[in-house]
C-alpha cells in the first residue's frame, strides 16, 4: 500500500497497491504456487518466495514442530495460523488482503544477512517491491 487519501469528515485510508494485490491473489489462488519477491518495509528490505497463507501456515506447522521438538502442548501452537484463517477473513471489506505471507526469507537491511522460515506483514507497511531475489 502507498500513500493515503483523505475526504474531509474521514480519516485517513491506505490507497492498494493494485499489482501487489494481483500477486497475492494469483498465489492464493494456486495450491503451492510461489515467487520470489523482495519488499521494502520500515524495517528494511525483505526478500524470499511469495505464497498463500494456506502454504505459510502449513510452512509454520513445520517450523513450529521443528523448534518444540516434544515439548507439551505444542500442538496449540501449531494449529494458531489455521485457527486464525478459521476465526477472520483473508480480505478486508474493500476484498484486499491485509497481509503478505513470505517463506524462505532473508532480511537484506541487517548484517549478516539473517533469515528466517517465515515471514507475515502488513500490506499498508509495504512501501515498495520488485519481483525476483538480490543476486
Known sequence: MQGTTTADDEPAQPVADAHLELLVRLVEAQSGASMALSLTTPGGIVSGRLVGSAVWAE????AVREAVRAEDHADQLIQLPHIVQDAMPET??????DFVHLVDVTFLSAPGPPTTPLWRGRVRDISG???GAPR
Open 59 to 62: 510452512r509454520w506447522r513445520e
Open 92 to 97: 478486508d471489506a474493500a476484498g484486499l488482503h
Open 129 to 131: 517491491w520488485s519481483l
